[in-house]
């Protein structure tokens, strides 16, 4: 079945840690997104690629850094310069907005 | 940045009573999408409208767009309580991408 994964479902993070957020799609898409979304709030974007080997920043990037070596993963690292990164984590994937994004199930990051 | 607001914040009601989530966005689009949440879950698509539609059904969903007021509806006739979740809407900024609301939250009691 074609899919976004997104691993782990839950994170724990230590203060002054990076970690990573694995997104695999096998859609073929070419676009992917992080948005980031917080108790009761809408989703807001941090990360997102139009095509391999590029990608911009969205309205809440500082704090987080992706890459796109290949069109299938987008993975997000949250760095220990987030300051206050707990937080449920969503990826997606189009193939052009006028047909709807695909998400993944999302990941809940907790800093303990 | 937020395009998208919706309206009302939170919705209770009786199964088989109907939904109405409102939506309202600031500049102009070529088309609003609305999704579906379950809690602690992604996001679902629903369904998409252009901009020169007005009006647009699948299911038990209707969606209704009105360009002049920069704002949609999406209305749930007679609802379950399957269909308890919160609901986005979304536009197209001018980089193509999505800007989502903060999304209504339906709770559907048996």
């Known amino acids: 079945d074609g899919g976004i994964t997104q691993s782990p479902k839950y994170l724990f993070r230590k203060e002054g840690q990076n970690v990573t957020l694995s997104c695999e799609q096998n859609?073929?898409?070419?676009?992917m997104y992080w948005y980031r979304q917080d108790p009761g709030q809408g989703l807001r974007l941090i990360y997102y690629?139009?095509?391999?080997?590029?990608?911009q920043k969205g309205d809440i990037a500082e704090g987080y850094s992706v890459s796109r070596e290949k069109k299938e993963s987008f993975p997000l690292t949250v760095t220990s310069a987030q300051k206050n990164p707990t937080a449920f984590y969503l990826c997606?994937?189009?193939?052009?907005?006028?047909?709807?994004?695909?998400f993944g199930s999302g990941t809940r990051l907790t800093v303990v | 940045s937020q395009q998208g607001e919706e309206d009302p914040q939170a919705l209770s009601i009786q199964e088989g009573e109907n939904a109405t989530m409102n939506c309202s966005y600031k500049t102009s689009i070529n088309n609003l999408q609305w999704y579906r949440q379950n809690s602690g879950r992604g996001l679902v698509h629903l369904i998409l409208?252009?901009?020169?539609?007005r009006e647009k059904h699948s299911g038990r969903l209707r969606v209704t767009l009105d360009t002049s007021k920069k704002s949609s509806s999406l209305l749930i006739t007679a609802s379950r309580a399957a269909d308890t979740a919160s609901y986005f809407c979304a536009t197209e900024d001018q980089g193509g991408k999505l800007i989502f609301g903060q999304g209504t939250e339906l709770s559907v009691k048996p």
């Open positions: 997606a994937s189009s193939i052009g907005s006028w047909y709807g994004y695909t």
């Open positions: 690629s139009q095509i391999v080997n590029d990608f």
């Open positions: 859609l073929n898409h070419d676009a």
């Open positions: 409208i252009r901009s020169n539609e």
